[in-house]
């Protein structure tokens, strides 16, 4: 049986000092396929281990702090407070943080509408229906629905204002 010439041979060793004896690969200019793979696989743990250790990847507790939800002004504000602090330190990147920073601004939206609700159900406990008789209130979910003239009142259900509200 005749080996390859040793210009044309892996250059891989192993612990030894034995040189791989099969031909190079044609995707990688000094092993054959099997330790291209191999390296592949190890280079790829390697970066997963650095991502994993990395201050980026254990970003929370230092974001949240003490907090367990983020149902309030207050909280979402202290939260983009820490936010600024960590990308002040570079500790999270610009793209992560803009992100976080559009949920956050969904979640300061959708306060208003938690307060009417809270509001409403305080106002009128009376009237606390069970889900079921919710949806029988609300317009039914339609995914090509007709469009409207602008001259008729709207279909979505909506809370009465409470009086402290100046908007």
């Not at 936010?83 to 002040?88: G, H």
């Not at 039914?140 to 001259?151: D, I, Q, R, S």
Request: glycine fraction near 2%; include cysteine.
């Amino acid at each position: 049986m005749s080996h390859p010439a040793p210009e044309n041979r892996c250059e891989h060793t192993d612990v030894a000092g034995r040189r791989c004896r099969m031909i190079r690969s044609a995707t990688h200019p000094n092993l054959c396929h099997w330790h291209a793979v191999s390296e592949e696989r190890k280079l790829l743990e390697a970066r997963e281990r650095a991502a994993r250790t990395s201050p980026e990847y254990n970003v929370i507790p230092q974001l949240l702090g003490p907090l367990s939800d983020l149902r309030s002004g207050a909280s979402i504000n202290f939260l983009l407070g820490r936010l600024v602090t960590l990308l002040a330190s570079n500790s999270i990147s610009t793209s992560r943080a803009t992100v976080i920073v559009r949920a956050c601004n969904l979640l300061l939206q959708s306060l208003k509408e938690l307060r009417y609700e809270h509001w409403y159900a305080k106002t009128y406990p009376g009237e606390n229906l069970s889900a079921a008789e919710l949806l029988k209130h609300l317009p039914p979910l339609n995914p090509n629905p007709a469009p409207t003239p602008l001259n008729t009142p709207s279909q979505h259900f909506s809370y009465p204002k409470p009086s402290w509200d100046k908007t």
